[in-house]
T-cell receptor, first 110, second 114 residues
Framework: ETGVTQSPTHLIKTRGQQVTLRCSSQ?????VSWYQQALGQGPQFIFQ???????GRGNFPPRFSGLQFPNYSSELNVNALELDDSALYLC?????????FGPGTRLTVL | AQSVTQLDSHVSVSEGTPVLLRCNYS??????LFWYVQHPNKGLQLLLK??????LVKGINGFEAEFKKSETSFHLTKPSAHMSDAAEYFCVVSGGNQGGKLIFGQGTELSVKP
C-alpha cells in the first residue's frame, strides 16, 4: 500500500453530468498528479498540482479541472461528461524521487 | 518530445523461465526511465527506475533493466518467472524532473503458465 487513497472506488454517470473525484496524498507529499487510463491503454497525464497551484497539464480539454487543498489532498472535476471519459482515473502523490499511485476510481459514463 | 514504445502487447512464459519485456524510448535529453507493474484491481507499483547512475538497474521481486543509450532501449528482465508475476507492465519516461509528468507506454501483459 502506498498511502494514497482515492474515492469513490467506482462511479456511474450519464452523458452531460459532472463528476468530482478525490485523492488524499501520502503524508509529506506536496505534489499530486492525475492520470486517465482508458481500457487497454497506458495512463495519460491530465495535470499536476504543486502547493495548490497547477504545475503542468496534458492534452485534456478545459472541462477537466482540478484543485489542491492546503493539506495537499486534491480533486479532479470533469464537466459535461462524454462517453469517452469512461476510464480508470489514477492519482499519484510524489516526493522528488518517485510518484506513488492510488488504486484509482473507475468512472463509467452511460 | 519524449515517448516510449513497448514492443510486445502480450508476452507468455512458463513458470521458472526467463522474462523479457522490451521497451524503446525517445528523448531529446538524458531521460529518467521507469518500469511500473499493475496487478488487476490494484494501483501502479514502481518496479525500478533509471536516473543516469548505473546502467544496470535492480528492482524489486528480482526484476532488473539495462539502460542502453546506443540502442535507446530499457528492457525489463527476470531470470525466473513466478506465477505472481502475471500482470500488466508499463515502461515510463519522465517528462521533466522526477516529480513531473510521466509518459507511459501502452503496456505489456505478462502471462505465466504453470
Amino acid at each position: 500500500e502506498t498511502g494514497v487513497t482515492q474515492s469513490p472506488t467506482h462511479l456511474i454517470k450519464t452523458r452531460g453530468q459532472q463528476v468530482t473525484l478525490r485523492c488524499s496524498s501520502q503524508s509529506g507529499h506536496n505534489t499530486v498528479s492525475w492520470y486517465q487510463q482508458a481500457l487497454g491503454q497506458g495512463p495519460q497525464f491530465i495535470f499536476q498540482y504543486y502547493r495548490e497551484e497547477e504545475n503542468g497539464r496534458g492534452n485534456f480539454p478545459p472541462r477537466f479541472s482540478g484543485l489542491q487543498f492546503p493539506n495537499y489532498s486534491s480533486e479532479l472535476n470533469v464537466n459535461a461528461l462524454e462517453l469517452d471519459d469512461s476510464a480508470l482515473y489514477l492519482c499519484a502523490s510524489s516526493d522528488y524521487n518517485e510518484q506513488f499511485f492510488g488504486p484509482g476510481t473507475r468512472l463509467t459514463v452511460l | 518530445a519524449q515517448s516510449v514504445t513497448q514492443l510486445d502487447s502480450h508476452v507468455s512464459v512458463s513458470e521458472g523461465t526467463p522474462v523479457l519485456l522490451r521497451c524503446n524510448y525517445s528523448s531529446s535529453y538524458s531521460p529518467s526511465l521507469f518500469w511500473y507493474v499493475q496487478h488487476p484491481n490494484k494501483g501502479l507499483q514502481l518496479l525500478l527506475k533509471y536516473t543516469s547512475a548505473a546502467t544496470l538497474v535492480k528492482g524489486i521481486n528480482g526484476f532488473e533493466a539495462e539502460f542502453k543509450k546506443s540502442e535507446t532501449s530499457f528492457h525489463l528482465t527476470k531470470p525466473s518467472a513466478h506465477m505472481s508475476d502475471a500482470a500488466e507492465y508499463f515502461c515510463v519516461v519522465s517528462g521533466g524532473n522526477q516529480g513531473g509528468k510521466l509518459i507511459f507506454g501502452q503496456g505489456t501483459e505478462l502471462s505465466v503458465k504453470p
